[in-house]
């Protein structure tokens, strides 16, 4: 996390050498500055929707770029934090809190792409050392990506190679055990500045605020260097490795209660109650390696190819909640009466008033391998009197990955239960495991587990596109993109056990199997055409309209004969009108975007005659979004956002009309900064924040509504030199300024993440 802090002294003192030499009569008078650039929040261009560098008052599309120093103000070490000061974008937890997930435009997001390519999800959590920019591209955005979410896509644009040395070392630690330690090295291997070099490493030992019955410990390592070689004034090749290990604790926070009335409420216990066990982990190892080339031609046009691979490892043990939380306990109606009656008055989203959960040990094995090639054509052109500037290219992706799940068994005997159904003796059944979530007794004992299953699953999907943005003259500029995709998936599955036939048995019973299937879908094809237009009444305003298209596959498994089936892809389109401004030369930036988005062709649940998914489900999302930087005095720095998401599930066989899962309807937040250029408290900076969230539903059954919640930060920064060119930086600050209590939806209401309380943090850092 270099933070681009000045180096003025250095600069002044080879001026001065310089003219020295010319008269020794010349002296100047050393000075040195401290702090960061005045102009530290404020972000111009991006490459995320166009494929090559373009003014944000140029692109017809709400893009919006967090810049590192809004990291390093708010020691924001993970995406979370970073990217709630970007409106419509709302945090979401998955797999136990050690994965990345948002809500974007009222639809989630999982894929967090970087430096363009689409990471591996499970067990990947982007840690902020190695991040130079974030990018989020709002709503439908197929062209450079191909398959997308509908949200959007959020690109994590790493550190690069430079010229200027530039070393960074940082410590972070805050009152709830946290220990993050990182360094950045840059500069050049030679005089000529032909070979440079980066390499930016982190470790992290942090406890967290959740317990279970004793200290449950976060353990990180990365290992990023990369080497730019330019070859000559047209050619380079920048080579780039990263490796993250984790051992992360998962955590699948609170539940729902439901009482003897049918009501439905937040579990009433402690914040730091885990309901899971110390050995539920996750351990995870990342290797990601990166090879670009570029070359400029004579006319400026520019080739780029990149290869990316990345390799994911992740296992996995953990005490999960139950769906069916209130059944097969003692004490309830035995299992031949809840056969009997199909399960009628019991809750399957919820833990009875009297707390008892229902967990059963999974443990799962998965491997990713993912490839990415892509080569890409940029540059400008006349044609019909009118400036083109061009974007074209082909990509190719493919991903395997290998899934082994493994469940804790019991035999028929073990049940207590032969003779009371009529299944065969061989049938094994899920080991449940109870916890009272009030009165908890954790055992720390991890309960043998049975393979069930293995999946190999290989995707490819290869595309070509090209975007024209075309100056029609000093106040008109259109874009033209239109993308062609052909894609496949290919699953073969083991079944070492397969669910027993009685549809009433299938979710907890099984019976050994042994057979393989595969399945290979027939070759997908999609078109994703965008356009836009933008007005510029003046230099610095900017009215625009815009319309997108992206696509996400569709293959699911058939629930009678088990096999995996290819359906039409779910399809999402995006109009958006909004104005983008520049004022008090570029002292206050904003961007304002209306949008209406839609998804068509979703999964709406499951043909009961033939088992096959059932893909006529609609979700709208409709809004306004304001984003703003203002930076009116030296020193002063405010980015500010405002959303109102409009959500609906518009189609669907159980939830129409409901709001979607976890999307609140307003969603706001500022963060101000200033530092003291001069006088008395010179090197001193200041920051407050405040970041607020709405109601929103834990579920798309809407059972029970998250309170809103709004989250006060403040600190305090003071940077002074040591040396020459050195300077250290020192902070510390307080997150949940009030401690407020909030939460934040998961996958279901057994998997609601618990906010972090108030927080002490503090942090040193040396630039030299």
Known sequence: MATKLFSTNLLVLGICHAMAANSAETVIEEITVYGTDSDRYNAKEAVSTTGFKSSLLDTARSIQVIPEQIILDQQSLELDDTLR??????????????????????????????????????????????????????????????????????????????????????????????????????????????????????????????????????????????????????????????????????????????????????????????????????????????????????NDWKFESIFNYEENDAFSYQNNPSLASNGLLPGLPPISSILATGGAGLSFNSVPEDGVLLRTSFESDTLDENFFVAFRFTGEIEAFGKQHVIATGIDAYQRNQDFKSNVSLVTLAETGLAGQIPVPDFTLFTEFNALNIFDPTFDDFRRDVTPVSTTDTED????????????????????????????????TTRSILSAFPNPALSAFAFVPDGTTTRFRGDSETELSPNAGLVFKPTETVSLYTSYSESFTPNVVQNTITGEAQNQDPSESKQFEVGVKGSFFDEALNFNVAIYDLELENVLNGTDPLTGAGVFNGEQESRGLEIDTSIQFLNGLNVVAA?????????????????????????????????????????????????????????????TIELDDYTLLEATAWYYFPIGSGSQVRVQAGVKNLTDEEYFIPGSNNFRIGVGQPRTVFASASLEF
């Open 85 to 298: 000061n970007i409106s419509g974008v709302q945090p979401f937890k998955v797999v136990g809190g050690t994965g990345d997930s948002f809500i974007l435009r009222g639809f989630r997001v999982n894929s967090i792409y970087q430096d363009g390519f689409r990471l591996a999800q499970e067990g990947r959590r982007v840690q902020t050392p190695n991040v130079d920019h974030v990018e989020v591209v709002k709503g439908a955005t197929a062209l450079l990506y191909g398959q997308t979410e509908p949200g959007g896509v959020i690109n994590v644009v790493t550190k690069r190679p430079e010229a200027v040395t530039r070393n960074f070392l940082s410590t972070n630690f805050d009152d709830e055990g946290q220990q993050y330690t990182f360094a950045d090295f840059t500069g050049s291997f030679n005089e000529d500045e032909t070979l440079l070099y980066r390499l930016v490493t982190s470790y992290e030992d942090t406890d967290t605020f959740r317990e279970a019955t004793s200290e449950s410990n976060i353990l990180r390592k990365s290992f990023s260097p990369s080497l730019t070689w330019i070859i000559s004034d047209v050619d380079q090749i920048t080579a780039a490795v990263e490796i993250v290990s984790s051992e992360a604790p998962i955590d699948r926070g609170t539940v729902v209660v439901q009482d003897a009335n049918g009501n439905f409420d937040l579990a009433n216990i402690p914040e730091d109650r885990r309901l899971g066990e110390d050995l539920d982990v996750l351990d995870s190892l990342q290797k990601t390696a990166r090879i670009e080339y570029q070359h400029t031609f004579a």
């Open 460 to 491: 490819e999907q290869i595309g070509i596109y090209i975007q024209d943005q075309i100056t029609l003259n000093d106040q008109w500029i259109a874009s033209l993109g239109l993308r062609f995709d052909q894609f496949e998936r290919e699953i």
């Open 642 to 702: 405002y959303a109102y998401t409009d959500a609906e599930i518009s189609e669907s066989q159980f939830l129409e009309g409901n709001d979607p899962q976890g999307v609140a309807e307003n969603s706001a937040s500022i963060w101000a900064s200033y530092e003291f250029k001069e006088g008395s408290f010179r090197g001193l900076g200041l920051g407050a924040g405040a970041f607020y969230t709405g109601d929103r539903y834990a579920d798309g059954a809407n």
